[in-house]
């Protein structure tokens, strides 16, 4: 099959880029042939290259960029798609634009955010040139199927993958991370990941400092801070709580695996927009014990407290309790953080996800012969 996977996000910052990018790559060593079509990038291109796979970089300026819809026409003119998936709104717009008159054999659209669609962008989701719509969770496909008036066969469900053998604990250092950032072995380490406001930081930082008073040696790492001025806003609010010195603001890391096994519990406190956390998915191949909210698809990956632990939005004596649950009983949370592992990789892999969008597009070719 010729796919082409469209995304105009460029950066290794966002879980949509890497998604896609796994589909990209998984999808190339399956034999197919695959392009990619986003922003300029020299180190996705060179990503790409390594994959060998086309990258073609376009400017996304808005939904309304016909210097692309041009671009966009002129090579499915030259290579004509067999699939297009798109990844977020810009990208949806334009290739619907540029296949007004040339649809492709399957036209997919990728769902990974739980927010409802609207008066704009429900169109873009209803059009029967679209075939099919993949979301990332259960919970997203009931919102954007009632908010859109979807009809349920056009909706699949197909979870993100993680890459089971990179995150696997037994190929990193514990430690590695903690020396880097001159982290004492015996603190207690928390770790969440995102530093956007609903991503719960705040929330997060009040429970740390409940547990604080009984546990002196446990410590917050807020990972993916953009700027310096992301970072002085997170230690600005511990300062705040009183919890400064047990608090890292840390830099967005490309590392994640060697991070995580330096942690001892793995935490998303987030309270809107998330479809399932990618990084709780990726701490629990690690073997790590999880503490996540039941934002968006949460619960269908921390689906039993057998693989972690799923408290309530913005309930903060639930957060507490489930961390001093992790660090009071040692044994159970390893216990707990092997049988995640195990969990993800039945699941949540890259390979099943790879396996079921590459069903997926062959249903769609299969069904308009």
Known sequence: MKIYQILEFNQFNTGSVHQMFQAASGLRQRGHDVTIVSKPDAILAAKAAEQDIHFHGLPFRHQFDFATVRALRRLFRNAPPDVIHVHKGISHALA??????????????????????????????????????????????????????????????????????????????????????????????????????????????????????????????????????????????????????????????????????????????????????????????MGKPVIATDAGGNQELVSTSDVGWLVPMKDRAALTKALRAVIANPARAAEIGNAARQHVVKGFSKELRINRLEELYASILRSKR
Not at 114 to 120: G, H, K, N
Not at 168 to 175: E, G, I, L, S
Not at 191 to 213: H, M, T, Y
């Open 96 to 285: 619907l634009a540029a296949t007004w008159r040339r649809p492709a054999g399957a036209f997919v659209v990728n769902r990974g955010v739980s927010f409802p669609l609207d008066l704009w962008n429900r169109g873009k989701y209803r059009t029967s040139r679209v075939d099919r719509v993949v979301t990332v969770c259960r919970q997203i496909k009931d919102v954007i199927g009632t908010s859109g008036r979807l009809p349920e066969e056009k909706v699949q469900v197909i979870y993100a993958g993680t890459d089971v053998m990179l995150f696997d604990p037994v190929r990193w250092d514990a430690r590695a991370f903690r020396r880097e950032k001159s982290i004492a072995d015996d603190r207690f380490v928390v770790a969440q990941v995102g530093v956007r406001d609903w991503k719960g930081w705040k929330e997060l930082i009040d429970s740390v400092s409940d547990v604080a008073p009984a546990h002196p040696n446990v410590h917050l790492l807020l990972i993916g801070c953009r700027n310096a001025q992301e970072k002085d806003e997170v230690l600005r609010y511990a300062r705040e709580v009183g919890v400064e010195e047990r608090v890292s603001a840390v830099e967005y890391r490309t590392d994640m695996p060697n991070v995580f096994a330096s942690c001892d519990v793995v935490v998303d406190a987030s309270w809107a927009g998330t479809g399932i956390t990618g990084t709780i998915r990726e701490a629990m191949a």
